[in-house]
């Protein structure tokens, strides 16, 4: 038996953020991430979901008493660095960096979700 559940990395980022809904549905279509699982509260509000990017689980609760949302940076390898970028974009993200190559062998840009976390998108060019 496994320490951990099968098809899970062993670091997860855990996103605590204002409007857990509205995160999980843009990164489904921003980034074709799948919702494994989402829990609510009494009053509707995400307590656990998890969302599976490629071979990364994320885990998304919303803020709550106690846990306020916290601003976040996210990196993520994507295949084509250019058209997830505009599909951030198209879904309501806030651009902060026109993909680009800088020193090292990334091509990368960065978007703010509309629930605040920033999303570094990446692809190996070289």
Known sequence: MSYKPDGYTTV???LIVDGASDTIDFLVRALGATEIRRFAGEDGRVMHSEVRIDDTVVMISDGAEGWPPVPSHVHVYVPDV??????AL???????KEPSQGGD????GGVTDPGGTTWWLATKVA
């Open 12 to 14: 997860a980022p855990y």
């Open 90 to 96: 198209q879904e309501g993200a806030t651009a902060l």
């Open 82 to 87: 250019d058209a997830a970028y505009a599909r």
């Open 105 to 108: 062998e990334d091509k990368r």
